[in-house]
């Protein structure tokens, strides 16, 4: 059932900067030490059948999986659950692809129609648009266990945060900030990204008492925040050198 969209932009967040900078990383890089499967974690490699292309994009507490997959030169959205892969495809949608899933089994993505993108909740068997009032952009990003959503979205020529949560839009920018993305939510509603200010790119994250803190891997030309589980332990990755690399941040 294809349902309306969403509330309209009601609220903004007022946002403090906490001045505080997680430059300090308890680990950085993950390095793989030589050694047998038996003790290590494994790999496993997963291909929608038929498809030229697979990505997965968020994976939730019962190992649910989403993503998007390249069929025939189409995007599609996909959900991997119990060895079994089913095709998302927001209904008269030209594309899409799935985003972030929470342990609820609820879906966010986007979709495009008549070349213009939305985002979509998709919560048992109902797809809802998620387009934030005057935006000519709306990408949803994740969803936590209580059905908040984040993501980002574009007006003006500017790129913003959003936060969905009770069906109330909120924008979320980073103090001076030029480009504000969000990119991942924990069940304790804390929020990370990131954000370019004088032309610098760095992580962040949001508590959920309003405070930002900029997250930026020691060196890095461009650092981005990506997810944050409910110990408050961040996911993204970095560029040193020209290279991309994955980072995970502790905080004891």
Known sequence: MHKSTLKPLTNSIVLRSSGLTLSAFALVCLAVPNASASDQETFTTIDVPGA???LGQGINDRGDMVGQYLSNGVSHGFLLSGGSFTTIDFPGATSGFARGINRHGDIVGVYVIDGVTHGYLLSGGEYSSIDVPGA???GPRDINRRGDIVGRYDSG????GFLLSNGNFSTIDFPGATFTFCGGINRSGDIVGRYTSQ????GFLLDDDGNFSTIDVPGASFTSAISINR???V???YILAG???GFLLERR
């Not at 032309?199 to 760095?202: I, L, P």
């Open 243 to 245: 290279v991309n690399h």
């Open 136 to 138: 000519s952009f709306t």
């Open 235 to 237: 996911g993204g990755f």
């Open 231 to 233: 110990r408050g332990n």
């Open 52 to 54: 030229s292309d697979t």
């Open 157 to 160: 020529g500017m790129t913003h």
């Open 199 to 202: 032309g610098v790119n760095q």
